[in-house]
């Protein structure tokens, strides 16, 4: 059905098309390193997801998220003072360089633009 939110609060937003994952988070602060800051969030995700390598612009992850084994990577998006980092996890290094491709053109809000609305979950 294509994607939609799996999970929603205040500075997160989570999207699936049910085979992959994409996550913004709000708050991160630029002026750390990418790396570092993806570590600290990714220690208080509900898997086993670590920091496997990378450039200043995208740090590749992997390990295990509900006992699945899982590859991706983070991205920082700059916005204004603060910065959204976003995730993206696939099964496999193929569905994870997918989701790059899919959001290469990712930015942030721009002043006066709505947000990006989503669909809720499909019912079944």
């Given at each position: 059905p294509g994607w939609y939110?799996?999970?929603r609060s205040?500075?997160?937003v989570a999207l699936t098309d049910g085979r992959r994952f994409?996550?913004?988070i709000a708050g991160a602060d630029p002026e750390l390193p990418?790396?570092?800051?993806a570590a600290a969030f990714l220690k208080a995700t509900r898997g086993e997801l670590a920091v496997t390598g990378g450039t200043s612009e995208r740090?590749?992850?992997a390990g295990?998220?509900?006992g699945q084994?899982?590859?991706?990577w983070v991205r920082e998006l700059a916005c204004g003072a603060s910065a959204v980092l976003m995730f993206g996890i696939a099964?496999?290094?193929?569905?994870a360089t997918e989701l790059a491709t899919l959001t290469a053109g990712a930015r942030c809000t721009r002043p006066g633009e709505s947000p990006t609305t989503w669909p809720d979950p499909p019912t079944h």
């Amino acid at each position: 059905p294509g994607w939609y939110v799996s999970q929603r609060s205040p500075t997160t937003v989570a999207l699936t098309d049910g085979r992959r994952f994409i996550s913004l988070i709000a708050g991160a602060d630029p002026e750390l390193p990418l790396d570092r800051v993806a570590a600290a969030f990714l220690k208080a995700t509900r898997g086993e997801l670590a920091v496997t390598g990378g450039t200043s612009e995208r740090v590749t992850i992997a390990g295990q998220l509900d006992g699945q084994h899982v590859e991706g990577w983070v991205r920082e998006l700059a916005c204004g003072a603060s910065a959204v980092l976003m995730f993206g996890i696939a099964n496999d290094p193929e569905g994870a360089t997918e989701l790059a491709t899919l959001t290469a053109g990712a930015r942030c809000t721009r002043p006066g633009e709505s947000p990006t609305t989503w669909p809720d979950p499909p019912t079944h």
